[in-house]
């Protein structure tokens, strides 16, 4: 597996380093700082395990929850209306760059109550270095102790109205219970998510990018499954129609 995912990303990199024009991808700008007259500089084999990380860890998380988000939005034109009018009036027709970001709370909180409702990661699992007591529960060492995202995220004691999408929790307009370590998406600890302000950064970008133009509507009939893998991805395919707005 290792040696498919490696022999794939070796070829990605191949044609970039054929294709030098192409200046505006992450990977043309690591390949700027590979030099090969220079053992100091970043090496072939540093980028392409730069590019796996990117690929495994960075893709589908945040792949699968903007697909989440488009299907919540079109489920709800409130929060669309609104969304909309973030972006019209900070950005107009001008497509966002990096600096506007922290100029759209109410699009990052779009991307935040997605991952509330449908945790990229849904379930962590860690295994017990020593042996444990967890309030009734005794924990032997070597165990196998599960975390559940999907679970904390949805759970009535701690979140009023847990299956409503509602972007407001995350703008300060809602009251939440703010309780401790109920909200992870991104993991917590020591090995939380090493690119949680790159996920969330492309994340926004993106959803700002699309929902500029259009108006995101479900493939009428379609009823959305899941598919819990190591990352959460609706079953199947989630057919949308993006219309666009003017
Ligand atoms: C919405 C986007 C993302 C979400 C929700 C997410 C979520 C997570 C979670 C839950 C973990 C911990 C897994 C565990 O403890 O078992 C994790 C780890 C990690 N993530 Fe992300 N991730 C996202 C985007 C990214 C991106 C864009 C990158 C790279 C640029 C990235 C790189 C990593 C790495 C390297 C780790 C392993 C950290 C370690 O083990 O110390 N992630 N991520």
Not at 38 to 44: F, H, N, R
Not at 80 to 94: C, N, T
Not at 110 to 138: N, W
Request: aromatic share 8%.
């Amino acid at each position: 597996m290792a040696k498919q995912i490696h022999m794939v990303v070796d070829d990605i990199i191949a044609t970039q380093m054929k294709n030098p024009n192409e200046q505006h991808t992450l990977l043309a700008h690591m390949l700027g700082h590979y030099n090969p007259e220079d053992p100091g500089s970043i090496s072939l084999q540093q980028i392409r395990n730069e590019i796996v990380v990117l690929l495994m860890a960075g893709h589908e998380t945040t792949a699968n929850t903007l697909a989440w988000s488009w299907y919540l939005l079109a489920e709800h034109p409130r929060v669309v209306e609104r969304l909309h009018g973030e972006l019209d009036s900070v950005l107009g027709d001008r497509t966002p760059g990096f600096d506007d970001v922290s100029k759209l709370p109410y699009t990052r909180a779009v991307f935040e109550e997605t991952m509330r409702l449908y945790p990229p990661v849904p379930i962590l699992s860690r295994e017990a270095i020593g042996e444990d007591q967890i309030g009734k529960y005794h924990v032997p060492q070597g165990a196998q102790v599960v975390v559940s995202p999907w679970l904390l995220h949805r759970h009535r004691s701690y979140w009023d109205h847990p299956d409503h999408f509602i972007p407001e929790r995350f703008t300060g307009e809602w009251s939440n219970k703010n309780i401790k370590y109920t909200y992870i998406p991104f993991s917590t600890g020591p090995r939380n998510c090493l690119g949680a302000a790159f996920g969330l950064t492309e994340a926004i970008l993106c959803l700002a990018v699309l929902a500029q133009k259009f108006n995101p509507v479900l493939q009428p009939g379609h009823k959305p499954g899941y598919d819990c893998r190591l990352t959460l991805r609706p079953a199947g395919s989630l057919p949308m129609i993006a219309r666009p707005r003017r």
